[in-house]
């Protein structure tokens, strides 16, 4: 998929978020001062690209720049921090949300550089803030990843010509997760089985949605084991409760299940 083809929902869901203007003035010399490097005073590099960065800003967003700039590591020495666990474009992602602070900004720089559609961006942005241990990334990207996912919903649910659309979008969120950040399961698969089961009956027709549990068995069966119960079962909240947490479909699963967000079929 390439940036021109970017899913409707992503589309639509954008346009019905625009951003505003009140705190884009700090946002744009934020980021000006990363493209720039004045004033840094450490460097982070990844591969062959260098960033001239400023400790004030990192290590005040994040716990990994505050540990290893303030600590008894070598890089709190040498103000420097070299990564080898994420691409350049993936440290440029980080930075752009370090230093502008606007998560739709970076949702659409992600979007646009990987020629993807949003649920990929969000799994991709939710990676590196677990990671660089940011936890004001990772509770906007839940919030942002609901929105995403209830807009999945309508449009699916809805029928019209922007389901194939969402289908699509869905099933890359689904290969995002399973296959390449699995580690990243716990932040999503609550809503993406969740989708799944609500939207079952019209999805199973997609033959992307098909193809996609074909490859991903372990979707499958997860997708299949939280529809099966949920179309016959009559337990009461406790017992149901029971079972989604004897499942162990993620850490959060029971959190989010107290919330009363997952929505059932009558």
Avoid at 49 to 60: D, G, P
Avoid at 245 to 266: A, C, I, S
């Amino acid at each position: 998929m390439t940036s021109q083809q970017t899913p409707v929902v992503d589309t639509a869901w954008k346009s019905s978020h625009q951003l505003g203007t009140k705190n884009q003035g700090f946002v744009s010399e934020g980021l000006r001062l990363l493209d720039s490097g004045s004033l840094s005073d450490s460097t982070i590099t990844c591969e062959d690209q260098t960033w001239h960065v400023h400790k004030v800003m990192l290590c005040s967003r994040s716990d990994y720049f505050k540990k290893a700039f303030t600590g008894s590591f070598e890089e709190a020495r040498t103000s420097h921090v070299h990564v080898q666990s994420f691409t350049p474009v993936m440290i440029g992602y980080l930075l752009h949300f370090l230093y502008g602070g606007d998560i739709l900004r970076t949702l659409d720089t992600v979007t646009e550089k990987e020629g993807c559609g949003r649920f990929r961006a969000l799994i991709i942005l939710w990676a590196l803030g677990d990671y660089f241990l940011i936890p004001a990334l990772g509770s906007v990207l839940k919030a942002t990843f609901k929105e995403v996912s209830n807009t999945t919903l309508d449009y699916v649910l809805g029928g019209g010509p922007e389901m194939g659309d969402a289908i699509a979008a869905m099933c890359e969120g689904i290969t995002t997760f399973y296959i390449d950040y699995p580690h990243a399961l716990n932040f999503g698969r609550y809503l993406v089985l969740s989708l799944g089961h609500n939207i079952w009956n019209l999805s199973i027709q997609s033959a992307v949605f098909r193809e996609t549990c074909v490859a991903i068995p372990d979707f499958a069966a997860d997708v299949l084991n939280v529809h099966l119960v949920h179309r016959d079962s009559n337990l009461d909240a406790a017992d149901e409760r029971k079972v989604l947490t004897d499942w162990t479909l993620g850490k959060e699963w029971d959190e989010l299940y107290l919330e009363q967000t997952l929505k059932l079929d009558d």
